[in-house]
């Protein structure tokens, strides 16, 4: 169980729910909050970072970035604690749960939502799966080309804040 734990890198997922968070406190000083909306956002933001996690081990070792030469924060692909069809596995559940969560909240959050509110919140669950896979995954692994920071902006930035301050509120301001 550690290794699995240590794979999810804990000291990761206190700044993934930093953003949820602030669309929370956002929310309130609009006069609004939910503490369901708030434990879903936060439990789907801490999924969709285990995945990240995940899929980035699993990537960096198959790509070579995590090689016998990588002396610091080992990563568990890479010391064989955790085999690359065990965390292929690991990234498919982590990607189920978060979309799992992920819709969860949104049938409470949005529940009173018109159908394409409810369409576009969908769309951008799935691609915030995809964004967390497709960092070291693929052919083109978007992380190498230098683009990492500006998904996590856009996905644990931007969406995540506005996102969550919508789903609580059903506007942003």
Not at 93 to 102: E, Q, V
Request: charged letters at 10%; one cysteine or more.
């Amino acid at each position: 169980m550690n290794r699995w734990i240590e794979a999810a890198r804990p000291r990761t997922l206190p700044l993934a729910i930093s953003s949820i968070l602030l669309g929370n406190f956002l929310a309130y000083a609009a006069g609004k909050f939910s503490f369901l909306t708030a434990s879903l956002a936060i439990l789907t933001t801490l999924l969709l970072q285990i995945l990240s996690n995940f899929a980035n081990d699993l990537g960096d070792s198959k790509n070579g970035v995590d090689n016998k030469n990588r002396k610091v924060a080992l990563r568990a692909v890479q010391t064989g604690k955790i085999s690359p069809s065990e965390m292929k596995n690991a990234v498919i559940i982590a990607a189920s749960l978060s979309f799992i969560s992920g819709i969860s909240l949104l049938y409470f959050a949005l529940q009173y939502a018109n159908p394409q509110t409810i369409t576009a919140f969908v769309g951008l669950g799935i691609l915030a799966i995809l964004a967390a896979i497709a960092y070291t995954v693929g052919k083109k692994p978007y992380g190498y080309m230098g683009l990492g920071e500006l998904f996590v902006f856009v996905f644990f930035g931007l969406v995540a804040t506005c996102g969550t301050m919508f789903a609580v509120t059903q506007h942003i301001t």
